[in-house]
């Protein structure tokens, strides 16, 4: 059971440049979303998707791009990395038409910019 | 809910020893109430949850959270703790009747298991 898979895990940007996180779920799930945590902030909601086509903003998406065309896929795109944007970063989904809060994680992807 | 509070940041607790962890929230309405575990280089995962019905929920590995709606709290504890246990934990909230992206995250508790 893969569950949710984010790759890469380990990444060094340097400021402006961009790069794309990857993240894909086996579990059919439509609601798929992508978190940062950083020290002592707890994780913070970046974008979100209630399904195929749709995505919408959370708390911090300043920076961060999202597309979802498919329902197994929603990559995190960041177009000119910062050193703010230092931090692990990891996509959820959600299997139950995200009425309860309850999350599937991956395993983070943590990048660092220069 | 508007906001969740984990006193400690940081446990330190012998091998076998009974921990307690400590969560508080606010809202003015009914909650979902989760505990999440991220073990070292690990992505979070759901340890215990509570939805409705019994106060009193419990994990698989021992652990347990009492939901206590007068104090607005849902500490985790367990009666004796495991080398295993060694991760950071996260306590997390969410309003009932609304959508998953409103989850809010506590700031986490690093609980270190001392041999």
């Known amino acids: 059971n893969a569950g949710v898979t984010q790759t890469p895990k380990f990444q060094v940007l340097k400021t402006g440049q961009s790069m794309t996180l990857q993240c894909a779920q086996d579990?059919?799930?439509?609601?798929m979303s992508w978190y940062r945590q950083d020290p002592g902030m707890g994780l913070r909601l970046i974008h979100y998707?209630?399904?195929?086509?749709?995505?919408d903003q959370g708390e911090v998406p300043n920076g961060y791009n999202v597309s979802r065309s498919t329902t197994e896929d929603f990559p995190l795109r960041l177009l000119s990395a910062a050193p703010s944007q230092t931090s692990v970063y990891f996509c959820?989904?959600?299997?139950?038409?995200?009425?309860?809060?309850?999350?599937?994680f991956g395993e983070g992807s943590r990048l660092t910019v220069l | 809910a508007q906001s969740v509070t984990q006193l400690d940041s940081q446990v330190p607790v012998f091998e076998e020893a009974p921990v307690e962890l400590r969560c508080n929230y606010s809202?003015?309405?009914?909650?979902?109430l989760f505990w999440y575990v991220q073990y070292p280089n690990q992505g979070l995962q759901l340890l215990l949850k509570?939805?409705?019905?019994?106060?009193l929920v419990e994990s698989i590995n021992g652990f347990e959270a009492e939901f206590n709606k007068s104090q607005t709290s849902f500490h985790l504890r367990k009666p004796s703790v495991h080398i295993s246990d060694t991760a950071e934990y996260f306590c997390?909230?969410?309003?009932?009747?609304?959508?998953?992206?409103?989850?809010?995250f506590g700031p986490g508790t690093s609980l270190s298991v001392i041999p």
């Open positions: 959820a989904s959600t299997p139950d038409g995200g009425d309860t809060g309850e999350l599937f």
């Open positions: 579990m059919n799930h439509e609601y």
């Open positions: 998707s209630v399904g195929a086509g749709i995505t």
């Open positions: 809202s003015s309405v009914s909650v979902y």
């Open positions: 509570y939805l409705s019905g019994s106060t």
């Open positions: 997390a909230v969410s309003d009932e009747g609304t959508s998953y992206d409103k989850v809010i």
